[in-house]
């Protein structure tokens, strides 16, 4: 649907063009009537110079009479339409016609030759060298002016020219004529040019207008075809730029809406999480609390007198007190890896020696749980990463293998170096873990033997610690069944692009150390 438009360019520039038209033919109208003449007359002062040089050169080289130059003469007085007279008077006053370029014998020419040589000279000088003059002067009787050039050529030589200046003047007002008919064929045919031109103009930008239309109404299938190769033509490929780039950046910001969607949900689920975990906390801490009241009041009323029930009840009281102070550190540590308040630092260091480290502090428990701890292994396994997550992640999976070792009571600790992890397993003999908890043993609180875990003092966050160290190292680690027991692993990168690889000094020293 095209819309009127009061000012539109086309309409500014078929009136911009004829304008200039009307303009640029008023200008050739008043230049033609007013310096048509003088230009003319300038015109025909150098044509009659010139034909006063080409008879002087004629007279001079005594080629005047011959055939060939009163030929030539005879031409160029026709072309410039300038009538010629040459006399040569001699001692006896007697004149010899030597050149004449008129048809009537002793015609005007005469008449006029004799005159200047009369009388005074007739008309307005409009130019004079020391041999000849150039007068414009009016036919008597006659509307009619003349160029009128007079003068000498050799000490007996008399010349004469003339040229009408009344054709000018016809000519001036023909051309004047036929330039009105040539500004009115110019005007039609100029208004039907503009007209065609400021189309090929605005109808791109037309299109270009009801382009930015559907933009706005979000039809990002709308294009421009246009195939000019000029600014038109680049505002339309910019306008599809835009279209395209409108197009991607609306659909990231319903992407962003959908994820912010998704945050929304994630905060909702986040909050029953909470009202979970302090549901879980507070179930967690009910039974230590009540044995500490229990055994405390026990205490206070003197139960037992004897030593050993003393004893024994202060041993129960701060056993109690103890899991209750380690499930709170591991919450506290559990916190801040899952909000991100706990920063990663990235080191180099043996894998295979902090391992042995860490077996090492836990050989009182692998005693007690009369458990064997075999640990295979290279010499030494680098890798990058938080040398002390790396020791909470592996002292987990060592208690819990060993708080769960049954059957032949064997532990077996491998570290295998891949080419571009090392990854880490502990393996415990014992009972497999059912499939419907493979997937929950990672939430936090979560028990699948609570009787047994109760015994050992878990409380279900060891396994949610190792999840969020090792999501903060951005590598990989899981659970495997066997029919004999029961694999945790984890792998370490070995080759990190974000810290260069040490030199061969450099890892002479770090060995040593």
């Known amino acids: 649907m095209k819309h009127f438009i009061k000012n539109s360019i086309r309409h500014q520039l078929l009136v911009m063009f004829l304008s200039l038209i009307v303009l640029i033919l008023l200008l050739i109208f008043i230049i033609n009537s007013s310096f048509l003449e003088q230009y003319y007359i300038l015109h025909k002062q150098t044509q009659m110079k010139e034909m006063y040089q080409m008879i002087e050169t004629a007279v001079m080289q005594d080629e005047i009479g011959t055939s060939d130059m009163q030929t030539q003469l005879l031409g160029n007085s026709e072309r ?211 044995l500490i009241q229990g055994y405390a009041e026990g205490l206070k009323e003197v139960v037992n007198d004897d030593p050993e029930s003393r004893e024994f009840y202060c041993d129960v009281i701060m056993d109690e007190a103890g899991k209750m102070n380690q499930m709170v550190k591991n919450l506290l540590v559990l916190n801040q890896l899952e909000f991100g308040s706990d920063e990663v630092s990235m080191n180099r260091f043996d894998v295979v020696k902090l391992i042995r480290g860490v077996i090492a502090s836990c050989e009182i428990l692998i005693r007690q749980a009369e458990a064997d701890v075999d640990f295979i292994a290279d010499e030494t396994a680098y890798v990058w990463a938080d040398e002390f997550k790396t020791e909470q992640v592996i002292r987990n999976y060592l208690t819990n293998a060993i708080h769960h070792a049954a059957g032949e009571k064997r532990i077996e600790i491998r570290v295998i170096s891949q080419e571009n992890t090392v990854r880490i397993s502990v393996f415990n003999t014992g009972t497999p873990i059912p499939d419907e908890d493979i997937g929950k043993i990672w939430d936090k609180f979560y ?67």
């Open 447 to 513: 028990k699948v033997d609570k009787a047994h875990t109760r015994e050992y003092g878990g409380n279900g966050i060891g396994l949610s610690i190792v999840k969020a160290i090792m999501e903060s190292f951005h590598q990989n680690y899981g659970v495997q069944n066997y029919q004999n027991g029961v694999e945790f692993w984890c792998e370490l990168d070995a080759k990190s692009m974000a810290a260069p690889a040490l030199s061969a000094d450099a890892e002479e020293i770090q060995n040593e150390i």
């Open 80 to 290: 410039t339409n300038i009538s010629i007279i040459v006399l040569r008077v001699e001692q006896d006053q007697q004149a010899e016609v030597i050149l004449y370029t008129e048809q009537q014998e002793r015609g005007p020419l005469f008449t006029k030759l004799f005159g200047y040589l009369a009388g005074p000279k007739r008309g307005t000088l409009l130019y004079q060298e020391d041999n000849y003059a150039i007068y414009k002067s009016g036919e008597p009787g006659t509307k009619g002016d003349y160029l009128e050039m007079y003068g000498t050529i050799s000490d007996n030589m008399l010349f004469f020219m003339q040229s009408p200046l009344e054709s000018i003047r016809d000519s001036a007002a023909l051309a004047n004529n036929f330039l009105i008919y040539v500004g009115i064929a110019a005007l039609i045919l100029g208004s039907l040019f503009v007209w065609l031109f400021s189309r090929k103009i605005t109808e791109p930008i037309l299109e270009l207008a009801t382009l930015s239309r559907r933009m706005a109404d979000l039809d990002f299938d709308a294009r421009y075809t246009g195939k000019e190769d000029d600014e038109i033509g680049v505002l339309g490929q910019s306008f599809n730029t835009m279209s395209e780039k409108l197009e991607k950046t609306i659909s990231e910001l319903k992407g962003a809406n959908i994820r912010l969607q998704k945050d929304i949900e994630q905060k909702q689920k986040m909050e029953e999480m909470r009202n979970e975990f302090l549901g879980n906390v507070s179930h967690e801490l009910k039974t230590p609390i009540a």
